[in-house]
Structure formats: structure tokens, C-alpha cells
């Protein structure tokens, strides 16, 4: 039986900074941020966008009744959890209106929990193969002004139905992974900004890469010639670039070539979002999909996953004939199109704000709210509020 993903959804807030301008207010050399770093726009959150509405959002975006029926399982992967006892899964399984009958809870290991998610969505599916899974990887990444990981920041959420019989790419039953202790990346619960050791997150990243691919090889007797394309976890589109010519290093011409080919359709929307933590591979991995010609059938692509801290794991799926019939690739180019540039003075100032974190009450203003269904209403009696409009 084969078990996959049988939709997927992503969402991103109404509002953007151009990283040319970011780079100017800066004192930086503009080729910098958008060749150096690979990045075109950044998505600023607004208060009344959080990592549960996002979530929502990208799951109304996909749901359909049958959907709601079958789904028993619910799957958030973030790092940007909003309580440290009640999950975001909780309410994202009250706003998208799934049958009562589902487990629910979150998952964190950085960017590595959407991930974490599929794998257990996969055995739950292989014992119970009428089920359907909901997994949910929705992030907001912020560093901070002036750091030297504020070009790298994003805000977004991706949604997926995994199934029996997917519809768009039956997951192989193989994968390696890497677990270390290491402190390349963290966020204490205090701080509302990540604290990193930028050079020494991009080795830990390339080094995780070389030893769990190393790993899936070994396990699978596949080699780069198996595949069409892999995608990367992406913090930033330059990251995809350096591990496809790490991986590349030593393959045949036409493998590298091949590879390398489907870069630029698998950072199309990165680009235009940035880091969404746990979404970010699944983000690429879309837009692979949607952005290039329809891949063959039997088409094997590989997903690299990093989450920092540090777990790593590489893993591959085959696309299913005409899997482009249950993409939605207008509605992604239309939410990205259509999104309003901030001023940087904008951006600064909202980077700042936070909602209150002393027990006082506060309501968002939801008024600018354009494309989402679900947002954030504001804190009442320590409890945060939400609504589906
Ligand atoms: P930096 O020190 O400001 O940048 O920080 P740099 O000096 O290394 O320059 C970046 C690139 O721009 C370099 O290219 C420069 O040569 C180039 P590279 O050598 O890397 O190929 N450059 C130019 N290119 C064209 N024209 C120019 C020009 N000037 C310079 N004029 C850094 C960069 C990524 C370290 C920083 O932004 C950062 O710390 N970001 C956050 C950490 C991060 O994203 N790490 C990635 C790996 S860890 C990970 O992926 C996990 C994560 O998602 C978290 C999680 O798991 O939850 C982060």
C-alpha cells in the first residue's frame, strides 16, 4: 500500500518587505541579500497573524468535507508554539472543523517537526489505512533589526493530507537520520528572537546532509541517478544551492546537471517568503511541483529535512500520475502576487510589537486582514482568541 501525501496548501500573511530596500536601510550591497542570500521578499506576520492562524489557513485552504470525516490524526510542527500546554493542533483541529473523533498534538525539534510528523502520520496510516492525517508545519522567523539573520526571517505555514493512495507522492518506507547535540540555533522560552552561530548552522546543516545521505545509500542502493530532484529544508534559496553542489561534488555530469536544472522552480516561492522553519522544505517542495513541467511518472524526488539543535533526515517520495490535477497553483501565485510591500519604517516598527505578555487583555486589528479565513481576535482572560471569518 502506498502512503502519502494526497494534498497540500501553504499560506502566507498579506504583507512583505523587498529585501533590495532592507539591504539599502541596511548599508548593504543589495546583490547581498537577493544573490548572496537568494532571497526577493520577506513576509512580515501582523499581530493578528500567529502560528495557529497560519496553520488554519493553509489547512482551510485544502480541506473538503470528506476530509474532515476521515482525518483522525492532527500533526503541528512549529517552534513558534503560542502556549506551553495546550497545542496549536488543538485549535487548528476546532477552526478547519474536523470531526471530533482525532488526536492532536504538537511537535517541536526546530525546523525538523512537520517532518516528525509525517513519519509518525505514515505508521499511523500503515495500521489504520482508511485514516487520513493532517500534518502542519507553521512558523514565524524572527532574529531580529540589524542582525545578521534578519535577511533570513519569513513568516508562513504549510498544510498536508496524508493518506493511503495519495494523490500526489507515495513516500518511500526508507530514510536516514542524525541526531546531535549541538548549539548552532536555539530559542530560549524568554526570547522572542532565535539566537544563532550563523557560519557554524550552515556547516552543522552541510555536514548533516553529507552524513545522512551517506546513510541512505547505504540502506537503499540508490544514487543520484534515481532521482529527478531533491528538495532542501530552506532557510534561505542560496542553502539549496550549496548542498545540491555539495551533493553534487563528485556525480556524473548529467545527474548534476538534472539536479541542479530543477533548482531554480524548487526556490520560487522560498524566495518570495523566506524562512518558514518547519515548512520550509515542504514549501520548496511545492514548488517544485507547481512551477516546473509536469515531472514523469514514476518521477523519485528527495527530501532533505534539518531541523538545528540538531536532527537531520533524508528521506524520497515518487510522484503519482497526474499529480499537477491536485495542486493549486494559481491560488499560491495569486496569495504571493498579491501581497502589499511594508516601508522599512513599517517593518521595524511592527518587528517590535508584541502582543501583551503581562495577563492584560488586548484585541488585534483585523481590519487589514485580506486573504486568510482564520486570524487571531486577541488575548482575554490569558486566553488566546481566534476566529474564522
Ligand atoms: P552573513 O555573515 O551576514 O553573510 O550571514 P555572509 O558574509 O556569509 O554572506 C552571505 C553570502 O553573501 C556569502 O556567500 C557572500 O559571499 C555573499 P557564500 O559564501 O555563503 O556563498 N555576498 C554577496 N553576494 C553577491 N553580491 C554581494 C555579496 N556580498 C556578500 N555584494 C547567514 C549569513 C546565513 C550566516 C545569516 O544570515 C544567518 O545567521 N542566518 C540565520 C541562520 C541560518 O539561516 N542558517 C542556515 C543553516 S541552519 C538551518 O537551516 C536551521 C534554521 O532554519 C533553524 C531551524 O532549524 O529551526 C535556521
Known sequence: MNIGIDKIGFYTPDQYVDMEKLA??????????????????????????????????????????????????????????VDHSKSGAVWVHHLTDIQENAGSFEL???????????????????????????????????YGLNTSG??????????????????????????ASLTKDISDFWRPLYSDYAFVDGKYSNEAYL????????????????????????????????????ALLSLTENAPEEDAERLMGHYQNSIAYNKQVGNVYTGSLYLSMLSLLEQSEELAEGSRIG??????????????????????????????????????ELSIDEYEELLEKSLPKDGSDSETDTDKMKKGKAYLTGIKDNLRKYEVK
Open 108 to 142: 517541536k525539534q526546530a525546523c525538523y517537526g512537520a517532518t516528525a510528523g509525517i513519519k509518525m502520520a505514515m505508521g499511523h496510516i500503515a495500521l489504520n489505512p482508511e485514516s487520513k492525517a493532517l500534518i502542519l508545519g507553521a512558523d514565524i522567523a524572527k
Open 207 to 242: 555536514s548533516f546532509l553529507k552524513d545522512v545521505w551517506g546513510k541512505y545509500k547505504e540502506k537503499t542502493a540508490r544514487d543520484l541517478k534515481d532521482f529527478e530532484a531533491v528538495c532542501f529544508h530552506l532557510p534561505y534559496t542560496k542553502m539549496a544551492k550549496k
Open 303 to 340: 527530501l532533505f529535512s534539518y531541523g538545528s539543535g540538531a536532527v537531520g533526515e533524508f528521506f524520497s517520495g515518487v510522484v503519482q500520475p497526474g499529480y499537477k490535477k491536485f495542486l493549486n497553483k494559481e491560488a499560491h501565485e495569486s496569495l504571493l502576487d498579491s501581497r502589499q
Open 150 to 175: 534578519e535577511p533570513t526571517q519569513g513568516a508562513g505555514a504549510v498544510a498536508m493530507v496524508l493518506s493511503s493512495d495519495p494523490r500526489i507522492l507515495a513516500l518511500d518506507n526508507d530514510s
Open 24 to 81: 539599502e536601510k541596511r548599508g548593504v550591497e543589495p546583490a547581498k541579500y537577493t544573490i548572496g542570500i537568494g532571497q526577493e521578499r520577506m513576509a512580515v506576520a501582523p499581530l493578528h497573524e500567529d502560528a495557529v492562524s497560519m496553520a488554519a489557513n493553509a489547512a482551510l485552504s485544502i480541506l473538503d468535507e470528506e476530509d474532515r470525516k476521515k482525518i483522525d490524526l492532527v500533526l503541528f510542527g512549529t517552534e513558534s508554539g
